[in-house]
């Protein structure tokens, strides 16, 4: 398979390199229509089609990465499904939830609006969560409110889980997105990348394919803009020296509290 941008995957999935543990990268949100299935099967599709062992667990109802995941049978590298979703009939959920032991790569396709207990078995397991933003006034303020009641979570604390934001669906260049970038300075969490709204995403989603597994020709803008996602999950984990999304210190409650009541439209340029 000839790969649309070809590179090296990060220190913790090389070629050539040992992987003792299992890296496990939640994308989520709770507003819909923000695009977490685009990433997770994007960012699972690179590491596949670079020999990565790779899973994809969907806990949304709807299927989307599962149904993808079986268009992509005779499409690409071979990526492994597990489903989450909520069990219906005589669905055996424990068992659709496998995960195989040499996955390398697990990437968590959350639902919107999940919570409570689900929301708390989902943070049982991710290393690193992505929270990709759609670009208009409502979703930011939504996403903003949504990532501040995350920090207060206590699995986020004591697991050290890193968190950081993707822009998607951008359409070009969107100052709307400044008061999200002061409120993610603010709390000292990174702002990765912006996803556009490329019509190659489409293309990749109704093939059982990515981005980066497409003609280079044709997605070579859409896997750049996409590679510091891909480098930032596959980056080892080491809960002594890093300092992206680092244990939210108890004394920080009050300043995040504070944050997340900011007004994004009330901010808006």
Not at 7 to 14: E, L, N, Q
Not at 19 to 26: H, I, Y
Not at 43 to 72: E, I, K, N
Request: aromatic share 6%; charged share 20%; with cysteine.
């Amino acid at each position: 398979m000839t790969l649309a941008y070809p590179y090296r995957v990060s220190v913790a999935v090389r070629e050539g390199e040992k992987v003792t543990k299992m890296n496990t990268t939640l994308i989520i949100n709770s507003k819909g229509g923000s695009g977490k299935t685009t990433i997770a099967t994007n960012l699972a599709s690179c590491f596949a089609a670079h020999g990565v062992p790779t899973t994809v667990m969907d806990y949304d109802p709807q299927g989307s990465s599962l149904s993808w995941l079986r268009l992509r049978a005779q499409a690409g590298s071979r990526i492994y499904g597990a489903n989450a979703a909520p069990p219906k009939g005589g669905r055996l959920r424990s068992v659709e939830m496998h995960v195989p032991a040499d996955t390398q790569q697990l990437v968590i396709d959350a639902p919107a609006g999940a919570s409570g207990l689900l929301l708390q078995e989902m943070l049982c397991r991710p290393d690193c969560i992505i929270v990709p933003v759609a670009p208009s006034a409502i979703d930011i303020h939504a996403t903003a409110k949504f990532v501040g009641d995350l920090l207060l979570l206590g699995r986020i604390r004591t697991r050290n889980i890193r968190l950081a934001i993707v822009a998607n669906r951008v359409r070009s260049s969107m100052p709307v997105y400044q008061p999200l970038e002061r409120f993610l300075a603010s709390l000292g969490l990174p702002f990765l990348a912006r996803v556009s709204d490329s019509d190659m995403y489409i293309k990749a989603a109704e093939t059982g394919l990515g981005i980066f597994e497409m003609d280079p020709s044709a997605a070579t803008a859409e896997c750049g803009e996409f590679m510091p996602i891909v480098e930032w999950v596959g980056q080892s984990r080491n809960p002594e020296t890093t300092t992206e999304g680092k244990v939210i210190d108890l004394g920080l409650r009050r300043q995040i509290e504070r944050n997340t009541t900011f007004s994004v439209i009330r901010s808006r340029p």
